[in-house]
């Protein structure tokens, strides 16, 4: 590689660390300082002692802050005082590099890495950011300099051996992360000896014996800070358990090393693929002019020649080792630990643009020797990669500088702000109450209070209901309190502090913010009191298989409309817990129709249920959204618990420990008016432009499925779009016409339908709905709204196979929906007219909800419908076990059953062929139930579902045929021997207490609400 002239290298040099000096000090105070700052002057202005004792309980050694204490003295606590000292070591390794640079790739390379470091933006946030790690870095820098001039034969070795111990014991004083590059500099110092010694092992052996006595010399020197460091590291809680993302490293590392911390990753991201794009390529050269060699005119007279002409491959080896052992030693170390940030790595930054320096040089010294084509493509490959470098470093250094998006966590304004307003009755409450050193470098009065008290974030010690107790004792009396919030989330990731504060005292809004930070300020009323017992509005105790429990629900105050139902769960761990458990809430209409959900961690997305302590009462506050255009109305909020790991459900438990289903009703919910839905925010899977010549107009449906067997369910949503507010109120009357053209409908019924009288030559027939829902008439809708309307409709038993349409007819209630008796039903009607009750609003059977109208003229072709032949069975089948009496309900029969085996162990599978009759038609859909009980009557086995895997729902059974329908039960691992049963019954899933069909005797009395095989199975022990 050529090389400019001493004097030229010298001015180029000097100019660079003028340029480095002027970036690193351009507003340097400009920010606050942040946490990791604050800490560093609180534990600088302690005396030596204090420092000593204060990092012993820390991660980091004291050294840094030794050094901080005397220059605090010296110049001040200012905030560019502060990080002037960070300066002064990025201002160093400017020049360092290009010595180290020189040293292993010649003066070009050197050049080139000193200018990369100078317009770094990671040298630059570091460099002005009052921490050690631009001193650790030079100090690494340093050591790796020393032990080169060693290798390099000139200079008193016993001098830099010293400065070479010194430097590295200083190193892993300030960070122990320095062992990391210790590690590296040991490899290449044996690599190094191996070729240097070739045939002159004896007399060249005192210099390898000397390396590693220093190396253990840095060592002995750190022995009596080892046990601090390893007690400390193995007990840190100051993140989540966890393990680190190997990829997540690497990615983070090289978005750093490239961009520093200013540049979105968004854009970064990109950046740092054409910065490792530029090191392959750099490598690629350095590899390929180590395979050709070296020119020895490359070398100026008088100087040795750079590591990489003697020993090409050591030197590539050992800068890769230099970039990657660090990280590579990092991932191995802290594997168990989530916790990671680029910054710990930033000591092998160097290295990484060593390698950059490298490869553009060499690229530079192929341009001057070939012939043009290749001095050509060299040299606009090296300028593109040079000017790649240059504007986006440039980008990184003026976002540093300007850009809001990269400042620091901004307590100084923050501390301002509540200077300037906080009354002299109100107190401050820090939470995570560790960051104090930063609050207490700008705030200088004492009415604060760290919560909680601890000098190191934990992860472990968590806020729960017994914040109370420090909150009765901080705040009564007070007017108002001001909350700052910084990494609250790890001490209270479900929310206590402002949970409590909210409950007893009023936000005060304020206008703006700070970056980084959230500051709340609540007024207190006098008689302030903070309850340590969950405020239910809801209470219901549902038992998720002994492990959690929920204790009820609260929905907020004006919280509950179709647009946003905002509500808080009340939990209780049982046990240790050791999935992430997450919780599905459904709201449901009496129909069974779902309306909205939610799926996520019961209490808070950053407090899974692994971390939950048994015993221990939290709480979860839930956003659900409501799908587009659903009505106003009551519905049913239902929650079950799920395994994120098979997302199978936690069985339900009664009093005595039986499971019940893995689905609990926990109320219901009453949905206000939100905002009206528009058109533009309806999905319809089908669009429809269907005008009922009323100001109101179907827009589009969905249909599923639109295949089905006679007997069986489809679920139809309607949307419906009212031009003008409307008048009057309309019944939905759904009518199935077979490919004829034949109405397959005979009379009036659906799901709320009680009764219905009609004229004897009156031909409506259908199924009668409420266009949304009872308590939601078209008369209430507004103009312009959309609203949806979702429909059980049961298609006919006798409907004939082949291609369908399912229609649609308005009918006008004359006189509006009306509260009456069902006794009283008036049957004296008009022609065209029809009167259809519903079930009334107050649920009691005497009261109904009637509607006299006719229908409208228009009748709307909806969707077509696929009738499908159903096969039926109305022979007995062959059975294994014959069963008498299995009457259930006078409902269903089951006629027999077949079982696999009757001899199980544990973990076994049994497989049961259950054989129903239908004795009656069913509008209701039965889940079955089938259990292996040992003696104590304990589930041991089980498997519920809708019957033949919901393929044959029990509303299409038609009277006398039988269904064969199998399960599959397997015995739990933990089963203890001995005789065990199976009960099977049918229950409905849609009531709150999942009630059983009862079984009956010939009689008609009731025997019991399930029936026991007559099958004993055995199990043995495994």
């Not at 899977?685 to 489809?714: I, M, R, T």
Request: net charge negative; glycine share 8%.
């Amino acid at each position: 590689m050529g090389s400019p002239s001493r004097v030229h290298s010298a001015a180029l040099l000097t100019l660079l660390v003028f340029l480095a000096f002027s970036l690193f000090t351009f507003r340097l105070e400009y920010q606050s300082l942040w946490y990791d700052e604050g800490f560093s002057v609180y534990l600088a202005e302690m005396s030596l002692g204090e420092i000593t004792a204060r990092t012993a309980r820390d991660i980091h050694p004291p050294f840094y802050y030794y050094i901080l204490h005397f220059w605090l003295i010296l110049f001040g606590n200012s905030e560019f005082a502060l990080r002037f000292l960070s300066v002064i070591f990025g201002v160093l390794s400017v020049p360092l590099i290009h010595a180290v640079g020189r040293r292993l790739l010649g003066s070009v390379s050197g050049l080139l890495a000193a200018a990369l470091v100078t317009i770094s933006p990671l040298f630059l946030w570091y460099s002005q950011e009052a921490r050690m790690y631009t001193l650790v870095t030079f100090l690494c820098l340093l050591s790796t300099y020393l032990l080169l001039r060693v290798m390099d034969g000139r200079g008193k070795r016993i001098l830099l051996w010293t400065g070479y111990v010194l430097s590295n014991a200083v190193a892993v004083y300030a960070h122990f992360y320095a062992f990391f590059v210790l590690c590296f500099q040991s490899l290449l110092l044996l690599g190094w000896w191996a070729l240097w010694s070739k045939g002159r092992v004896r007399e060249r052996w005192p210099t390898l014996v000397s390396g590693l006595l220093c190396q253990l010399s840095v060592l002995g020197a750190y022995l009596p800070w080892s046990g601090f460091v390893l007690q400390r590291y193995g007990a840190d809680v100051s993140y989540w358990k966890g393990t680190l993302r190997v990829s997540e490293v690497l990615r983070k590392t090289l978005i750093t090393f490239s961009t520093g911390h200013s540049v979105l990753e968004v854009i970064a991201q990109p950046i740092a693929l054409g910065y490792l794009l530029i090191v392959l390529a750099g490598l690629s050269v350095l590899i390929l002019s180590g395979v050709r060699g070296w020119e020895p005119g490359t070398v100026r007279d008088g100087e040795s020649a750079p590591m990489i002409h003697r020993w090409p491959w050591l030197t590539l080896v050992g800068l890769l080792l230099y970039l990657s052992l660090p990280c590579l030693l990092l991932m191995i170390i802290s594997y168990q630990r989530a916790k990671f940030h680029p910054r710990y790595l930033m000591l092998a930054a160097p290295a990484f643009f060593l390698l950059i320096s490298g490869g553009i040089a060499s690229l530079l010294g192929v341009a001057r020797r070939s012939v043009a084509r290749r001095r050509a493509a060299a040299l606009v490959t090296g300028s593109v990669f040079l000017s790649f470098i240059v504007l986006t470093s440039t980008y990184g250094l003026f976002n540093a500088y300007f850009d809001i998006n990269f400042l620091k966590d901004d307590f100084r304004s923050a501390v301002r702000y509540i200077e300037e307003r906080k009354g002299d009755n109100e107190a401050i409450i820090l939470t995570s109450g560790h960051f104090f050193p930063v609050f207490s470098y700008y705030y200088h009065q004492d009415d604060w209070y760290p919560i909680p008290d601890e000098p190191t974030l934990s992860a472990e010690h968590v806020l729960n209901y017994s914040l109370a107790d420090e909150l009765n004792n901080i705040l009564p009396g007070k007017d108002g309190v001001w909350v700052l919030l910084w990494q609250h989330e790890v001490v209270d990731p479900v929310g206590f502090l402002t949970m409590m504060l909210g409950q007893e005292g009023t936000l005060v809004p304020y206008r703006g913010g700070f970056w980084g930070l959230k500051l709340l300020h609540y007024a207190l009323p006098p008689d302030v009191h903070f309850s340590s017992e969950p405020q239910i509005d809801h209470p219901v105790v549902v038992n998720f298989d002994d492990r959690i429990q929920l204790l009820g629900y609260t929905v907020l105050q004006g919280k509950a409309t179709t647009r946003e139902l905002e509500l808080v769960l009340y939990w209780q761990s049982l046990h240790d817990l050791e999935e992430d458990f997450k919780v599905s809430l459904r709201l449901r209409d009496e129909d069974g129709h779902q309306w909205g959900g939610y799926d996520g961690r019961p209490a808070s997305l950053l407090h899974p249920t692994f971390r939950w302590s048994p015993g221990e009462k939290l709480f979860g506050q839930v956003v659900m959204v409501p799908d587009v255009a659903t009505p106003p109305g009551e519905y049913t909020l239902q929650a079950s618990v799920y395994s994120d790991v098979n997302l199978v459900g936690l069985d339900i438990l009664d009093s005595q420990g039986t499971p019940t289903g893995t689905t609990a009703p926990l109320g219901t919910v009453e949905l206000l008016k939100g905002s009206a839905a528009s058109l533009g925010e309806i999905r319809p899977s089908h669009s429809l432009q269907a005008d009922f010549g009323q100001g109101l107009e179907l827009v589009g449906y969905d249909l599923s499925p639109d295949a089905a067997q006679p007997g069986d369910k489809v679920q139809l949503s309607l949307y419906w779009h009212a031009l003008p507010a409307l008048a009057d109120d309309y019944v939905v009357s759904l009518q199935l016409y077979d490919e004829e053209g034949n109405l397959t409908d005979e009379g009036i019924s659906g799901p709320a339908v009680v009764d219905w009288i009609a004229p004897p030559e009156s031909t409506l027939a259908g199924r009668a709905y409420h266009p949304v829902n009872r308590w939601y008439p078209t008369s209430f809708w507004r103009a312009g709204e959309v609203v949806r309307g979702q429909y059980s409709y049961s298609v006919p038993l006798h409907a004939s196979p082949g291609d369908g349409e399912l229609r649609v007819t308005l009918l006008r209630c004359l006189d509006g929906f009306a509260v009456t008796a069902s006794s009283s039903l008036d049957d004296q009607l008009q022609e065209g007219e029809v009167l259809i009750a519903f079930q009334g609003p107050s649920g009691h059977e005497g009261e109904v909800l009637v509607c006299r109208g006719e229908a409208l003229p228009a009748q709307i072709v909806v969707a077509p419908l696929h009738i499908e032949a159903t096969e039926r069975v109305f022979s007995p089948p062959e059975v294994q076990h014959r069963l008498a009496p299995g009457n259930l309900g006078n409902k269903v029969a089951l006629y027999g059953y077949d079982l696999s085996t009757d001899a199980l162990r544990p973990g076994d599978t049994l497989y049961l062929t259950l054989y129903w009759q239908a004795l009656d038609t069913m509008d209701t859909s039965y889940t079955v139930f089938t259990h292996l009980l040992d003696g104590g009557s304990q589930v041991r086995g089980q498997m519920d579902s809708t019957p033949l895997g919901g393929a044959r729902p029990t509303t299409g059974w038609v009277p006398p045929e039988y269904l064969r329908d199998e399960y599959r039960l397997v015995l739990q691992r933990d089963a203890p021997p001995g005789e065990y049963i199976i009960e099977v019954g049918m229950y409905d899933a849609a009531t709150p207490d999942f009630r059983r069909l009862p079984l009956l005797d010939p009689q008609g009395n009731v025997l019991d609400n399930r029936i026991v095989l007559d099958t004993v199975v055995h199990v043995r022990a495994r």
